[in-house]
C-alpha cells in the first residue's frame, strides 16, 4: 500500500471520530507489513482525560491483535485542521515505545503531507532502559 493510499485510509477511519468538545477530528491508520491494517479514530470525552486519539485507537488495535512494532510498517495520521497535526505528548512516548525509532508517520490534513518518524519527533525520549 502505498502512502497516499494509506493517508486515504486514514480519513475514512477519521470519519468514526467523536468529538463534540473540540471539533477537532482525527483518523490513523496502521500498514503492518503482511498487509493488515488498523484504523482509530480520536474519541473525546467530557472528562477530557478519558479521551483517546486517533493514532493510540489505530496502534492499540494492532496490539490487540498480537502485532508488535516490528510488525508494523508505517502508520498515517490525519485531521481536519487547518495545519497538518503532529501527535501530542502522550501519543508521541506511546508511539515511541510501540514503533520502532525509523517506522514511517506519514501526517496530512488533506492538503500538505509530512513524513517523519518517532525519533525525530521525540528525541530524547524516556524509555524501559531508564526503569533498569
Known sequence: MSHEELIKEAFKAMDNAYAPYSN?????????????????????NASYGGT???ERSAIFAAYSRGYRKQDIEAIAIVTDGKRIGTPCG???????ELLEQDTPIILSNGKDVMETNIYKLLPYQFSSEDLD
Not at 502522550?90 to 515511541?96: A, D, P, T
Open 52 to 54: 483517546n486519539c486517533g
Open 90 to 96: 502522550i501519543c508521541r512516548q506511546v508511539l515511541s
Open 24 to 44: 477537532y477530528h482525527v483518523g490513523a491508520c496502521v500498514l503492518c507489513k503482511d498487509g493488515t491494517t488498523f484504523y482509530g479514530a480520536n474519541i473525546e
